[in-house]
Each structure stands twice: as C-alpha cells, then as structure tokens.
C-alpha cells in the first residue's frame, strides 16, 4: 500500500503548517452574501471544486432548478431542511444562492454540469435571491422587519413600496407578496436559515413571523418561478415540540414536517464534513445519507 502523501493532497493550510481554523468549516450564509466568508466559501468556483454532490444535494438543487425555470411536474415550491447540527443545511443554501447568481456561468464549475444534466436542463436558471439568516438579523434602517428587508433584496425600494404603508407594523397578505415577486423581474429563491434563533430572541415578533411565513408559502406555491427553503435544525425541533409557531414553519406540534399541499419535507442526515473535490461516485459516503 502506498503511503498517504502520495495518494492524496492535503489541504493547502496543512501543506503551509497553518495552524487549524474552525472557521473554514463552519459555513455562515451571511457571510457568504456579504462576501465576508473565507475563500473556500466565498468564491463560487472554489466552493463547488470542495463539494460532494451528495444524492440528497442534487435532488434537493435539483427540484430547485427545475421550479425556477418553470418546471412545476415533481417540483416543490417550498422544502424544509430538517438535519442534525452539521447536516449539511446551510452548505445546500449556500450551494442554491452561487448556482442561481451566477445563472448559465455556473455551469462552468466543478459538478455543476451533472447536476443540471440529471436535473433535465439545459442550463442553470438564474434568479433574485433573498436571504434571512435568523442568528444575524436585526432590523435596521430600510430593513425594520424581515418582510421589509426580503423585499428589498428581491425588487430594491419598488419592492418595499408593493407591500403597502403598514408593512413597518404588520405582516403582508399573499396578494402584496405576489406583487413582489413581479416586481423582481426574474424568477426567486427565499432562502431561510436558523429562523427558530430568530424566534427565541424576537418573541415579541413570533406572531407577526408566523403570519409573515404561513403567506409567504402561500405566496410561493402560487407562483410558477419561485422557490422557497427554509433550514431548521432537529435539535431546536425536538425542543419545541410544544411552540405553537412551528406550525408556520412547516412542523406540527409534535416537531414533525407538516405534510400539506407544495411542500416538499427534506430529512437529510447529510454531513457537511464529508465534502470532497468534486463529485465522487466511488464514495459511498457520497451516495446517500
């Protein structure tokens, strides 16, 4: 058997002696947006070249694609994300957001091309992305509540303007919603992360982000290019068995995914750390979870 280093190359910081950064295996969508994240993370191209497409990740982006280039046959326009910490949630959402920024050029990257492939498409649709990360928002000017500031990612100051005068203090309806999604002029991905963060430190909020979410299914069901998926980790699940604002998040009571009309239930035990160059279908821990 031939040694180690001869088989494999290490990690350039392994190569360089640099001490281990948990950092680099901790992913935060909202440093990704904000182009903050380490490299690995931040730049598309080596983002993908570090991805396993996994069975669960190209299903999962896969239907997404597929909605948002009008595909409506088994696609569903609403997923919940249901892992255990490190399952791989916020690696899928950050996947999607590179994938629909970048459109047709996405195809260039590594694993990209066999994922639209099995898809049954021709090229990567390309898509307004609005993102909230519940353990990083906090209002702020032009963005007093999270309705406000997906809004404003999706359709800038014309958004917020479809959603009426009283969006500072209330909710929106599904019809204001739509609005927005026109107003956008292209095809749009919601993506949501750690909402249930979000939950505990805004409870004065909990109502008005359960209407706010229940519409925004609603709302998304009802339009052809739109996808929306929303990450809840199993273990702040099980804890709030008896929260009744789960409900809006697409759980029961009980802490199980409510299974209603367009919303497709994605219980993955994908592990985040089992990333690799590239796609290998040699792996088996690349084939399913």
């Known amino acids: 058997m031939e040694p180690w280093y001869k088989v494999t190359t290490p990690r350039k910081e392994v190569r360089q002696g640099r001490s281990f950064n948990p950092d680099e295996f901790a992913i935060h969508l909202e440093q990704v947006i904000a182009k903050t994240a380490p490299e690995d ?3 598309p191209k080596q983002f993908f070249a570090r991805t396993c497409f996994t ?8 239907m997404v694609l597929r909605r948002l280039s009008g595909e409506t046959v088994n696609t569903a326009p609403v997923m919940t994300l249901i892992t255990q910490f490190g399952g791989g949630k916020t ?10 920024t970048k459109g047709a ?3 260039e990257y590594s694993g990209v091309a066999d994922l639209i ?6 090229t990567v649709p390309e898509a307004k992305v609005a993102v909230f990360v519940g353990n990083a928002w906090d209002p702020q000017e032009g963005g007093e509540t999270p309705w406000i500031d997906v809004a404003r990612q ?15 203090t209330t909710p929106p309806g599904t019809e204001a919603l739509d609005r927005v999604f026109k107003a956008a002029g292209k095809p749009v991905l919601l993506l949501f992360d750690e909402v249930l963060n979000y939950l505990n430190r805004h409870r004065k909020m909990a109502d008005q982000f359960h209407a706010f979410i229940q519409n925004l299914t609603v709302a998304t069901t009802g339009t052809t290019y739109g996808a929306a998926i929303i990450s809840l980790p199993r273990s702040q699940v099980d804890n709030r068995r008896a929260d009744p604002h789960c409900a809006g998040l697409g759980l029961s009571s009980g802490g199980d995914p409510v299974r209603g009309p367009g919303a497709h239930q994605a219980q993955t035990r994908r592990e985040e750390s089992s990333r690799r160059r590239g796609p290998d279908t040699r792996n088996p821990s690349c084939q399913e979870f």
Not at 93 to 99: E, F, M, N, P
Not at 155 to 167: I, M, N, R, S
């Open 41 to 43: 993370y931040r730049d």
């Open 55 to 62: 069975r669960a990740l190209r299903e999962h982006a896969g």
């Open 91 to 100: 690696h899928t959402l950050a996947a999607l957001y590179h994938l629909v």
């Open 105 to 107: 050029k996405a195809a």
């Open 117 to 122: 492939s099995q898809a049954g498409l021709k």
């Open 154 to 168: 999706l359709a800038g100051d014309k958004g917020v303007k479809e959603l009426g005068a009283a969006a500072k």
